[in-house]
């Protein structure tokens, strides 16, 4: 068995109050299939609602090597398959220089080789201890379908403290294909608490929802106190002021025109006060570099967050919101390892 890990909590990832966010993975774990080691492989003709077959173990789901391409025609699902477990030979390259020549491309056999009788697998996770920015708490699994790479996943979630998901990677193939042995559509299991909410899934397909799929397969229901004695709340833009420009000026010396503005929200339930409350905003139509990266992006081009003690009325409020911009941008340079490229046009001595 071999074991390695890496540390998430770096670059893009970083989040500083997390104190342990690492993926781990042990390979070349033997699988448990005790009767095959006994008795020997079972094959069987297996195979999707597509027309695909080939063969399997009907005991451990372990497949053959190559696993085959059957004749959708000939070999029904289930069917037990009596032939040889012996793939045929490829083509040497000598004889299929001499096809080429003649125009001729050699023929691919469909046949299934042998049902390994050492099999491994890998079991692999993701564990976070900390304080995290997905607040849930929750505990789930997953039964993969006939093509998934993680055939078992569970995950446990609890909030501030941390998280921990687990997978394997061909164990529970004999599980997986008792529970869930046609289709493309993973199924879950679970229960998870969010933002006053509980929510629950039972056996529901992973990747997909419909409205005649019945509610005791998926839902959510609101457990929060206040919410059953005052109502929900909900949130409501009352006003806002108009977009006025501003200069951000960041430590390295670079500037930016933005424009910013002010919103005012409120919080209200059926029954009870409402709560007011000021959200700043800042765009920039060139963008403000934070990182340096291929294909993400290097630039952020507009934020809005809660900002208290400043109102329409407070003396100069766009360069404060100016100066607020800065320090983010400052903060997610530190968080990226933003370097800077060197300033183009420089006076030569």
Same mark, same amino acid.
């Given at each position: 068995m071999r074991f390695r890990s890496i540390a998430r909590n770096r670059g893009d990832d970083r989040q500083p109050?997390?104190?342990?966010?690492?993926?781990?993975?042990?390979?070349?774990?033997p699988r448990l299939i005790p009767l095959c080691r006994l008795l020997g492989h079972k094959p069987v003709v297996?195979?999707?609602?597509?027309?695909?077959?080939?063969?399997?173990?009907?005991?451990?789901?372990?497949?053959?090597?190559?696993?085959?391409?059957?004749?959708?025609?000939?070999?029904?699902? =289930?069917? $037990?398959?009596?032939? *040889?477990?012996? #793939?045929?030979?490829? +083509?040497?390259?000598?004889?299929?220089?001499?096809?080429?020549?003649?125009?001729?491309?050699?023929?691919?056999? =469909?046949? $299934?080789g042998p049902i *390994?009788?050492? #099999?491994?697998?890998? +079991?692999?996770?993701?564990?976070?201890?900390?304080?995290?920015?997905?607040?849930?708490?929750?505990i789930d699994f997953k039964v993969g379908n006939c093509g998934s790479e993680q055939v078992m996943a569970a995950?446990?979630?609890?909030?501030?403290?941390?998280?921990?998901?687990?997978?394997?990677?061909?164990?529970?193939?004999r599980i997986q294909r008792r529970l869930n042995p046609t289709g493309y559509q993973s199924r879950e299991t679970g229960l998870s608490y969010y933002h006053g909410r509980l929510s629950w899934k039972v056996w529901a397909k992973r990747d997909e929802r419909r409205k005649a799929d019945p509610k005791w397969m998926q839902g959510s229901i609101p457990i929060d106190p206040r919410d059953l004695l005052l109502g929900p709340a909900k949130n409501r833009q009352v006003s806002e002021t108009e977009k006025v420009p501003a200069v951000v000026r960041m430590p390295e010396g670079d500037t930016y025109d933005v424009t910013v503005h002010l919103e005012k929200w409120e919080t209200?339930?059926?029954?009870?006060?409402?709560?007011?409350?000021?959200?700043?905003?800042?765009?920039?139509?060139?963008?403000?570099?934070?990182?340096?990266?291929?294909?993400?992006?290097?630039?952020?081009?507009?934020?809005?967050?809660?900002?208290?003690?400043?109102?329409?009325?407070?003396?100069?409020?766009?360069?404060?919101?100016?100066?607020?911009?800065?320090?983010?941008?400052?903060?997610?340079?530190?968080?990226?390892?933003?370097?800077?490229?060197?300033?183009?046009?420089?006076?030569?001595?």
């Open positions: 109050a997390l104190l342990v966010s690492r993926t781990f993975w042990v390979s070349d774990v297996d195979g999707t609602d597509t027309p695909r077959r080939w063969v399997v173990c009907d005991r451990c789901g372990i497949r053959a090597n190559p696993q085959g391409n059957l004749d959708p025609e000939q070999w029904n699902i =289930g069917q $037990p398959y009596t032939e *040889p477990l012996t #793939p045929t030979q490829p +083509v040497s390259s000598t004889v299929r220089d001499q096809l080429a020549r003649r125009g001729l491309k050699p023929s691919h056999s =469909g046949n $299934p *390994p009788t050492q #099999p491994v697998g890998t +079991v692999g996770g993701e564990i976070h201890i900390g304080k995290s920015k997905w607040r849930t708490v929750g995950s446990l979630r609890l909030g501030p403290l941390g998280s921990l998901y687990l997978h394997t990677e061909d164990h529970g193939r209200r339930r059926t029954r009870g006060r409402a709560r007011v409350y000021w959200l700043a905003q800042w765009d920039c139509a060139k963008g403000i570099p934070v990182r340096n990266h291929d294909w993400k992006g290097d630039e952020t081009f507009s934020c809005s967050w809660q900002i208290q003690g400043v109102t329409p009325d407070t003396p100069r409020w766009p360069l404060i919101l100016a100066a607020k911009a800065a320090e983010q941008c400052s903060r997610d340079r530190a968080r990226y390892d933003y370097t800077a490229p060197e300033a183009a046009g420089k006076a030569s001595p």
